[in-house]
C-alpha cells in the first residue's frame, strides 16, 4: 500500500466516492515508519500530513521541491509531474497522476492525498477559514498521585482570514501538568507578500540540505520507504503547528525567492530565542541566529549552503572530550542535488565547533517498470556534535557513525512489489552507553502481493545483528551493565481483506527472536484481528490483540489507528490481550466527533533473559474523544 493510501486511515473518510481525491482504501501510514517508535515524531508527523491534506497544493503550480517534500515521492514522479504540466499543458483532474508518463499506482497514491487541481497559488492550498481541534485523552484508574488533572488536554485553532495569511494557536497540557506548566505554541505567517516573500513570527521550524546543518522538522529513519526515505527533501521555514515541545524555533523566520542568470535564487534568514536547549533540557535563554542561501536551475540543479550561530549564558561542560563544551555553537555546510534523467545525486557536507565534520551523499536510479534503487553514504566524526542536526542514520544524534546503506524497490510481476534494504553501519568510539566501539548491519526484505481485486498480502523480515548494551546480575544479584552480541529478527504477514467498499478485515501476525551470547534466546509473539467499516457519515475501527513475549527484549511494536494528528504506538511484552474500538461521526463537512477507548489486560509472570524481572497484572482503560470543527 502506497503512503499517500496509508494516511488516508488517519484523517479521512473511510471509503469515499472513486472520484475524490480521498478514494483509496484505507490503511496505516505508520506501517510504513514502524521504525519511528517515539509518540513525539510520530505525533509531528503525523500533524504534518494531516495539515498538508487539509491544505493541499495545487497540482498545476506545486514546485519540485515540495512534491519531494511528501513521503515517499520519488525524484522520478516529481520530475514527471513537472514535465507533464510543461507538456500538456497541466493537469486537468489529478487522475492523470495515472496516466502521466513516469507515473502509475505508486505516484497516485503518494501524491494525490495532498493535491487538488485549481488553486493555481504557487503550490500553496488557497485554503482561508477556521479549524479548531479539542482533544482530551486520560485512563482509567486515574493516576492518583498526579499534582494536576489526570487527563491530557489539546486545543488547536488555526484561522487564515485570506489565502495569503494564516495564524495558529495551540494548548497542550499532559497528565499531571497544572495549567500553569502546558505548552502554548502560536504563529503567524504571511505568504508571498509582495510576490517574493514569506514571514513566519512565533514558533517555527526549519529544514534545509540533508539536516547535517539544520533540520528542525520530522526525522524519519529506516522504514518500508526503503528508497525515499535516506533522501530528504528540506522545505525551507514551516510554522510549528505540532505539540512537540523541544523541536522548533521561537522568533521570526523569513524566506525570499529572486529570479537569477539560468534560474531562482531563494535566501532565507531567521533568529530565536526561548529557554531550554535544542533537547529542552535546559531552562537558561538560547538565542539561535542562521539563514541560508538555494539556487535552483530548471529544478534539475540545486546547490545551497546553510550556516547557524548559536549561543547559550549557561555552557556546556561535557566530561566527553569528543563532545562540544561552551556557550557559543557554529556550524556550516554546504549540499548539492543532481538529476540527469533516471540518475539522481544529491548529498551535503558540514562541520561545526570542535573540529567536527560530517559528510552524507547519496545516488539513487530508476529503471522500467517500477524499478528503483539508492546507494546512501554517511560519515559523521564522533567529534561532530551539532544539536541542531537531524541527518539519516541507526544514531539518532547523528554524530559517531560510518555506514552504506542500499535501498531497492522493484515490481518483477504483475500485482507484486518488492521492497528491501541493507544498511551497514559503525560507531567508532565508545560514547552513551556504548563502552566500546560497535558495528552492525540490518537488512529489510518485504513482498506486497495483490492476490485478488479484494485481497492483498504482505510479508516482510527484518534482522539487525550488532552489539548492544544490556543488563544482568552478578553472583550476589547487583544490576551489572555490558555488552553483549544481539541478533534480532522479525517476521510479519498481514492480509487484507476488503468485503466491500464499506467493510475491510486485516489479519496479522508477528513474531521477533532476540538471541543473546550472554543470554540465550527470547521470543515474542503477536496476533491481531482488525476490522474497519465505513458507512457515512459514521466510520468504525476495532481491533482485538493477543500477545505473548517472554520479555522485554522480545518486545513488538503494535501500531494502530487513532483520533485524526494523534500517533499511538503501543509497546507490548509479557502475556496479554489489547482491545480498542474507535468511531468516528461526521454529520457535515464542518464538524466531526471521534471517540476511542482501549483495555490493556496483562496476565502476571517473571519475564526470562538477561535480566529476569517480576510482571505484575495490569489492566487498563485508555478512553479518548476529540472534536473538529471547520468553516
Partial sequence: MTAGAMALALFGSMFPDSTSRDSLPPADLVESVDELQDDAGGAVLLDDLQWRHDHPYDLNAVSFEALLSIPSVTEEEATAVIRFREEKGGFQSVLQLLTMEGGGTHAYGAISPYVVVGYGRKGRGAVSGLSARSRLTGRVPADSTLFGSPWRSYNRVWVSPVPAVESGVLLERDAGELTRDAFTSAYLSVFNAFSRVDLTIGDFSVESGQGLVLWRGNVIGKSAWAVTGPRKSARGIVPHRSSGETNFFRGCGVTGRWPAAGGRLEWTAFASTRHGGPDGSSHVPVS?????????????????????????????????????????????????????????????????????????????????????????????????????????????????????????????????????????????????????????????????????????????????????????????GRETRGESEHVRERWRLTLSLTISRHVRFTTRLERTSVAMNTAGRVRGFMIYEDLQAGFPPISISARLVLFDCDAYDARIYEFESDLPGRFSSQVLYGRGRRIYVMARLSPARLCSLSLKAALLDKEPGISSGALPRELRALERIDIAAQVDFRI
Fill in 288 to 476: 539561535v541566529t542562521g539563514g541560508r542561501l538555494l539556487f535552483t536551475s530548471s529544478e534539475k540543479l540545486s546547490l545551497g549552503v546553510t550556516a547557524l550561530r548559536s549561543f547559550s549564558r549557561e555552557p556546556t561542560h561535557s566530561k566527553d572530550p569528543m563532545r562540544f563544551r561552551g556557550g557559543r555553537f557554529d556550524a556550516a555546510g554546504a549540499d548539492f542535488r543532481l538529476s540527469l534523467q533516471s540518475l539522481n545525486l544529491f548529498g551535503e557536507g558540514a562541520f561545526c565547533s570542535g573540529r567536527g565534520t560530517a559528510l552524507a551523499a547519496g545516488l539513487s536510479i530508476a529503471g522500467e517498470q517500477e524499478f528503483s534503487a539508492l546507494i546512501h553514504f554517511r560519515n559523521y566524526a564522533p567529534q561532530f556534535d551539532n544539536p541542531y542536526a537531524g541527518g539519516f542514520g541507526d544514531n539518532g544524534e547523528t554524530r559517531n557513525e560510518r555506514g552504506v546503506y542500499v535501498g531497492l524497490v522493484c515490481a518483477p510481476l504483475h500485482g507484486l512489489i518488492l521492497r528491501m534494504y541493507y544498511d551497514q553501519y559503525v560507531h567508532p568510539m565508545p560514547g552513551g552507553l556504548r563502552r566500546f566501539p560497535t558495528a552492525a548491519n540490518e537488512l529489510l526484505v518485504e513482498a506486497e502481493a495483490t492476490l485478488a481485486p479484494h485481497a492483498s498480502l504482505n510479508a516482510r523480515y527484518v534482522v539487525k545483528n550488532g552489539t548492544e548494551t544490556h543488563a544482568s546480575r552478578d553472583e550476589f
